[in-house]
């Protein structure tokens, strides 16, 4: 049965600072990854998607790396700005079942 | 494109009270769609899978009773949450499939927020 974990569930990166988001997944077999943001009380905004037969994805200053072998999904953001404050959600699996992550709560301190 | 509206996106009702949810695809046809559940500060949960023309598959420990999924059309699939109490407050998002093919990702509604007093 898949598992996906964000550790850790929040982050503190100061303005400016490159960020760095974990996603782990236990079942190899999937189709795809995908990265959102979600906003206080809102809904989810998709940054990238990541098919099981690529390794990255990039999207403006995001980018998105998958290695099946480990389990392992990162979101990489250089220069990070306040706007980028955020939860972050991944979701692994096939088009028909996504198994999600709890999140990562990002905060950027300017 | 690939547009998902769903609305209301906040209601505010008294107990008892039964409320419906749309969730429309603007710019596609979706044979499949999805309503996902979301408490405060925790991930989504799967509630349903609604197929058009069919009857919704209920994940494990979601009430069919309670929460009436109707997918009439390949454009709209409405949620129902039936006689609602302030334990269904939460926060409903839905999503729509595009396409039919396995790398296809499922596009978002903005979600609505339910309140229950």
């Known amino acids: 049965k898949q598992e996906v974990t964000q550790i850790p569930a929040a982050l503190s990166v100061p303005e400016g600072e490159n960020l760095v988001l974990n996603c782990s997944f236990t079942?190899?077999?999937?189709?795809?990854l995908q990265w959102f943001r979600q906003d206080p009380g809102k809904g989810l905004t998709s940054l990238l998607l990541?098919?099981?037969s690529q390794r990255e994805q990039t999207s403006g200053r995001l980018n998105a790396s998958l290695d099946k072998s480990s389990g392992r999904s990162t979101l990489y953001s250089a220069a990070s700005q306040p706007g980028d404050s955020a939860t972050y959600l991944c979701?692994?699996?096939?088009?028909?079942?996504?198994?999600w992550g709890a999140g990562t709560k990002l905060i950027i301190k300017p | 494109g690939a547009v998902v509206s769903q609305h209301p996106s906040w209601v505010i009702c008294k107990s008892g009270t039964s409320v419906k949810i749309e969730c429309r695809s603007l710019?596609?046809?979706?044979?499949?769609m999805f309503w996902y559940r979301q408490f405060p500060k925790q991930s989504l949960m799967l509630m349903a899978t609604?197929?058009?023309?069919?009857?919704?598959?209920?994940e494990q420990g979601v009430e069919k009773d309670k929460f009436l999924i109707n997918h009439a059309s390949l454009t709209l699939s409405t949620l129902t949450v039936t006689s609602a109490h302030p334990e269904d407050s939460s926060f409903y998002i839905c999503?729509?499939?595009?396409?039919?093919?396995?790398?296809?990702?499922?596009?978002f509604g903005d979600g609505t927020r339910l309140s229950i007093l």
């Open positions: 999503s729509a499939l595009q396409g039919r093919t396995s790398n296809q990702p499922q596009h």
């Open positions: 710019d596609f046809q979706a044979t499949t």
């Open positions: 609604s197929n058009e023309g069919s009857k919704a598959t209920y």
């Open positions: 079942d190899s077999a999937i189709y795809n």
């Open positions: 990541i098919q099981s």
């Open positions: 979701a692994g699996g096939s088009n028909y079942q996504l198994i």
